[in-house]
């Protein structure tokens, strides 16, 4: 199966495409990066900068992203916590990407649980500590708090910090947005909720409603877009670049876990795809030559 000439928008941030563009063209898609958000760090309050401060209060360190570990990293350092800190904890991490994000930033601290989720995480950690209290802390952004839910066992006191949010992308060009605004595609990957919330507010809800088939990461971020009305077409078993490409080859070639696609969706007349492509690439991968290479 492939995906030969599908028009594959990516809403993800350059650097954490880049594996996902590699995938999708060796599958003979165009892969389009548009990166709607950007992130920054928020301000902590006194509870949150004490819990930081006091590491060793925690039984486990739980993180949920890539750029969880990020700017985890980046708080230690910004409030001078050495590194040593985190000795007596236990560290439990949400999929290979922030597994090998943590790996490369805290090489002297081993990872003792892996998870698919954070509730799975939970689950796991309670069955593997047998229902003895704990104290989790857990630092995340600013939206999961309020798009991921958790249930929280008895035993378990889990403590979320939000160290970074997500922000809509200023630096667009107008001229470049419109191009994006006006073509159609055949599909439209989001990794979180406030992927689709900044694609609709800088493109609009126009794109969605020419054909493309929605692919998300998850089930958290296929709930957010379901409640705006609109329907999930692609959930990959996992939001890995082989996995999300693996989950389109078998929407569009037709299999069994996913409907038939009837019809051309990309409702472009392109008599010269290089230019078309040059043009893709100049809207969608503003600085990020790195992916090609």
């Not at 495409?17 to 709607?36: D, G, I």
């Not at 008895?154 to 073509?183: C, H, M, W």
Request: with cysteine; net charge positive.
């Amino acid at each position: 199966m492939s995906l030969k000439n599908k028009k594959i928008v990516l809403c993800r941030r350059p650097e954490q495409a880049r594996e996902m563009v590699l995938a999708l063209q060796q599958a003979k898609a165009w892969p389009l990066v548009f990166s709607t958000f950007t992130l920054e760090p928020v301000g902590l309050s006194g509870e949150e900068q004490s819990a930081m401060d006091n590491l060793a209060a925690f039984d486990w360190l739980f993180l949920g992203s890539e750029n969880g570990v990020q700017f985890f990293a980046h708080f230690l350092n910004v409030l001078g916590i050495p590194a040593v800190s985190l000795r007596n904890l236990k560290i439990g991490v949400v999929g290979g990407k922030t597994a090998k994000r943590w790996q490369k930033e805290f090489p002297a601290f081993p990872i003792q649980q892996r998870a698919d989720n954070l509730q799975q995480l939970i689950d796991e950690v309670v069955r593997l500590e047998k229902g003895r209290k704990l104290t989790i802390l857990n630092p995340t952004s600013r939206q999961s708090l309020q798009n991921i839910q958790v249930k929280i066992p008895g035993s378990v006191t889990l403590q979320r910090i939000p160290l970074y949010q997500t922000v809509k992308n200023s630096v667009l060009d107008p001229a470049e947005l419109e191009f994006v605004r006006s073509r159609a595609y055949d599909a439209i990957y989001f990794g979180a909720p406030s992927a689709f919330d900044f694609f609709v507010e800088l493109a609009g809800m126009e794109p969605l409603r020419k054909g493309a088939a929605i692919c998300v990461a998850g089930k958290t971020t296929a709930g957010h877009i379901e409640k705006a009305g609109l329907a999930v077409d692609i959930i990959p078993e996992k939001p890995d670049a082989e996995s999300v490409v693996r989950a389109l080859e078998s929407y569009f070639n037709g299999g069994p876990d996913f409907k038939s696609v009837k019809g051309n969706r990309f409702m472009i007349d392109i008599k010269n795809t290089q230019m078309i492509n040059d043009l893709f690439i100049k809207a969608c991968f503003r600085n990020n030559q790195d992916i090609a290479e």
